[in-house]
């Protein structure tokens, strides 16, 4: 069965600073990868997802992430945040019938 | 613009009651899923159907059922609800294939007293 780790519960990164989301799965076969934000008293939304070729996946709000096959990791990135980004991420993965395992999620905190 | 619509943002009910939470997608998604997301542990699939009429048991699918008449209308049921079902429940959609992105509703806050 597939799992999802995420290491870090929560982040504070200050506006401006980059930032980095670890992500770890496994996962037996070629992964399905996901990477959704939750706001407050939000659902869900999709940031970016990777399924194949290239291994950098470029998202919307400017997220982007980059799967390493290697380190079995599926990590976010965005160079300079935002208040706005405070948020709750959830990393996720597919198996082959459809259904998404999430990882704990990471919050992150934004301050000025 | 893709919808997932839940019945209610909130809602409180008694031990023992028979709860329902409804949802519906406009998309035409063939797939259709409830979870139920609780701090520190994530979201976690409690059912979800690839068809109408058809269902299949997710992780944490004890104290609950699940219907799906119509193609857009996918319902939770708690049969007697209990305080550790206190939580938020999140419906998702979407169209076939593992690669399809999981489209999210606003949530459904549940207390159970």
């Known amino acids: 069965a597939q799992s999802v780790t995420q290491p870090d519960i929560h982040i504070t990164v200050s506006e401006g600073a980059s930032l980095e989301l670890r992500c770890n799965y496994s996962y037996g076969a070629t992964p399905y990868l996901f990477w959704y934000v939750q706001s407050p008293g939000q659902g869900l939304q999709l940031l970016l997802k990777?399924?194949?070729?290239?291994?950098l996946v470029q998202g919307i709000k400017g997220f982007e992430a980059e799967f390493k096959r290697s380190q079995s990791s599926f990590n976010l990135r965005k160079p300079s945040v935002h208040w706005s980004d405070a948020a709750e991420y959830f990393c996720a993965v597919a198996a082959n019938d459809y259904k998404l395992s999430f990882g704990a999620g990471t919050t992150v905190t934004v301050r000025a | 613009d893709v919808k997932v619509t839940q019945s209610s943002r909130y809602l409180v009910k008694r031990t023992g009651e028979k709860v329902f939470l409804e949802c519906v997608q406009d998309?035409?998604?063939?797939?259709m899923f409830w979870y139920r997301q609780d701090p520190g542990l994530g979201l976690r699939l409690i059912y979800f159907?690839?068809?109408?009429?058809?269902?299949e048991k997710g992780d944490i699918p004890e104290g609950y059922s699940v219907s799906r008449e119509k193609k857009e209308r996918f319902s939770l049921i708690l049969e007697s609800a209990s305080t550790n079902q206190t939580s938020m429940y999140l419906c998702?959609?979407?169209?076939?294939?593992?690669?399809?992105?999981?489209?999210f509703g606003p949530g459904t806050r549940l207390l159970v007293l």
């Open positions: 990777y399924f194949s070729g290239d291994t």
């Open positions: 998702a959609s979407s169209g076939g294939g593992q690669q399809e992105t999981q489209y």
């Open positions: 159907s690839y068809d109408v009429k058809m269902k």
């Open positions: 998309m035409d998604h063939e797939n």
